[in-house]
């Protein structure tokens, strides 16, 4: 069996600090804001220069919490109630032979501050301080396909929980002027039921 070596290009910084309430798939939480910080290797203007000209970007991934414990072969999605098994080539799952990922995500910005270079983005649906492998432009004429099925997973999924706030969270929330979007970050990522 053929060994290769990764380096990541760089890191995430999002708002999940921990597994739970993490969306199960990129943009449905459009709210959800990160940035991707280059490592240093990476960290120069000259590898993101025409980027700008795409609004979304894939973004392969490691599964850094999970890659230690080994893969499987069959796993249960979340999707079908954890009740059915499907081979892992069938799914999104995480525990995966190489443990790579990937995400289409929204890029809003590339910003270089105080020397540091980063990717703005928003749909993100990675744990904070994931490692980012590479970075690809999201073609539309050759990513989108009009004419895909995708099994048991065909449609978006259902999104009828209702959220609501208490007066104290909702005064909470109105102080927070730097994160105009927390409100409907917050339930949205709540109507996603991230209950396990």
Not at 64 to 72: C, L, P, Q, W
Not at 106 to 123: R, V
Request: hydrophobic residues 40%; without cysteine.
């Amino acid at each position: 069996m053929s060994e290769y070596q990764l380096t990541a290009v760089g890191h995430i910084q999002s708002p999940y600090k921990q597994k739970f309430a993490i969306p199960r798939q990129p943009r449905l939480v459009p709210e959800a804001k990160a940035k991707l910080v280059f490592s240093s290797d990476f960290n120069r203007e000259e590898f993101v220069r025409g980027l700008d000209e795409f609004s979304h970007i894939w973004l392969l991934f490691r599964f850094h919490e999970t890659a230690d414990k080994g893969y499987s072969a069959m796993v249960r999605p979340p999707r079908l109630g954890g009740n059915e098994r499907k081979g892992v080539f069938a799914t999104r799952a995480t525990f995966r032979p190489n443990a790579i990922g990937m995400s289409a995500v929204k890029l809003e910005g590339i910003e270089y501050k105080n020397g540091q270079l980063s990717l703005l983005l928003s749909g993100i649906d990675l744990l904070d301080g994931t490692p980012i492998l590479d970075i690809k432009p999201y073609l539309p004429y050759s990513d989108a396909m009009t004419d895909a099925t995708a099994g048991f997973a065909d449609t978006r999924p259902e999104t009828d929980m209702s959220v609501e706030f208490s007066d104290e969270a909702l005064a909470f929330i109105e102080k927070q002027t730097e994160q105009p979007e927390l409100k409907a970050f917050i339930s949205n990522v709540l109507k996603q039921d991230p209950r396990p």
